[in-house]
């Protein structure tokens, strides 16, 4: 053992000690290495008396490095620090050459990959057949995949082992002898396979429920089960999972079990002839004060992917799941680079305002100098993630990942090296409506009408003037079915993804677009000074591709029509719209309005089914309103977790009654 690995060693940080004690080998190795030594020494979590286990995340246990899907491994500072601060260095020396920093265009982080392992696969095979599949190839993986293997295996014995002591009920712990290293046998055991695979891959999203369930299925009672499963996945702070086209007695305890609970976000696929049972059971859910589940034009979706991928078969876009939030996958067999990057349109057009609006003489050489900005401002972009897409397949390898997504072991090849049967990268476009308003204002009032000459217009803006605001809100803007701005916003944002798709990502795939704002749409305003859209300095950006607030005053058709105007066609990484419906409207309208805004070409919608009085008198009482859930953007959260601003944001919302 070198001196490096001593010293973790010394510290009881396994993951570390095992990674520095196979330094000279390759990255892969070193990895699988480090993740198997800290599976064989990792004490097993605290059982809860459930029907699941081990539950919780890897951070339970308090090291200070530990595996993560998103970097090369993941720091608790405070931890290493309190252990041996001359440790921290060694960490960060790696870290820091496994990295590449955010720029202003990291609207919702940088460089991240969401996926998900292919769990159905997993339950049906058992790892054991992994193995065998894995011992037959000699190439450069194998090692460091039969490592982890065993560290599986023996985290595994410790878990039985644990619950055989602490009174763990005889049917988990049976379970827990036959999964995952072989087959499940039935429905409890695939959930069981679920549930271990979910926490060993990171907590992070656990895909295709009721498609790859169904194979276990023989009838049985499974909402108190699935409830149980889910309540895990809340706890662990989980994304996503999918259900439909394909509809059967699963996807209907799916819509009974998530009642009430903010997570995982439930992804109906919604088809023009879903039964209305589960359009019943989507709305008893939703009306239960919760935002689950999110529908998904299914015909939408198909449309999309098909004209971006034509190669994908029908039978893998079945598969199609959202991953972090709601960014667009193929379950188990995909590396969706979710989210690779952000396109801060806002500021690329209020740097252009400030810099080019004086020397314009007409609107069309306004727009055309802020689209070759955005040129600029893309290829910059793309870039960055180009050259940390080389870092990560060069110093940050996902051995867990490319155990358990295709065709990683059959192609001999690291998940985040091109292993993944597909692999694209999603790229978020914030502000798109913000800068459609802009627009759209700049023209009317600088250019048509001339009532500002360039400079009074940058002026009043600089000063917030209240009269230069307000002739902005008179003029058109989206949310109102206005033909005027609908034309605009579709042509413009048609315009923005037409040039995405001229650009190839590292492993030569594609660069989808999407929408997708949560809480960054209020860190991404947080330093944009005011614009002809109404917003004042630091105020939040528009979320995602609904109206600016306040300005979809002509109802919800209006709205959802002038949402619709946007090229969604061109945005399969997904376009977010969120609505929020009183309990009484969403009863007597949701399958319509659903469907009507899916038959425009719309693709999701998220809805929260809050009144304004119980979220105010949350921000006033936090204590009483510990289960409140809201979509903030591609996911929910609980109302009292959310800072002032985002609070006041959601409330500020449009609630159709």
Known sequence: MNLKAEKFAKADE???????????????????????????????????????????????????????????YFVFEDRIRAKDPSLLPLLQDEYTQSTYGNTVHSVAGFSYSHSLPHYGRVAAEGLDSYRVRIEKRNGKLKRGLLDLLDGIEAYRAHCVEYLEKNGGKKQLIDALKQVPFQPARNIYEALVCWNFIYHLDGCDNVGRLDQDLMPFYKGEDIEALLREFFQIIDKTEGYSASIGPEYNEITLYVLKAIKGLRRPQIELRVTEDMPDVYWEAARDSLM???TNPSLYNEEGYMKAFHKAFPEIPDSDLLRFCGVGCTESSLAGISRSGSLDAGIHLPYIFTECMKEDLQNCKTFSEFYQKFFARYRKELQETLDAVYKSYEVRERLRPSPFRSLVIDDCIDRDTDFNAGGARYSWSVINFAGIVNVVDDMLAVKELVFDKKEYTADQFKDGLEREDARLFDACKKCAHCGVNDAKS????????????????????????????????FSTCATAGAFIPATPDGRHYGMPLADSIAAIHGNDTKGITAMLNSAAAIAQEDMPGTPVLNVRMSKDFLEKNLKAVTLGYFAQGGMQMQISCLSKEDMLDAMEHPENHGNLVVKVGGYSEYFIRLSRELQRQIIQRTEYV
């Open 14 to 72: 396994p993951y570390a000690r095992a990674y520095f004690e196979y330094e000279g080998e390759d990255m892969f190795t070193r990895h699988a290495h480090a993740y198997s030594s800290m599976l064989k020494e990792f004490p097993p979590p605290a059982y809860d008396g459930g029907d699941f286990y081990p539950c919780g995340t890897l951070t339970d246990k308090l090291y200070g490095v530990i595996p993560n899907y998103n970097c090369i």
């Open 288 to 290: 239960q004060g919760g």
């Open 486 to 517: 609908d034309e605009f916003a579709h042509n413009m944002s048609k315009e923005l993804f037409a040039e995405l798709k001229k650009y190839k990502n590292y492993f030569g795939g594609k660069y989808i677009a999407a929408s997708i704002q």
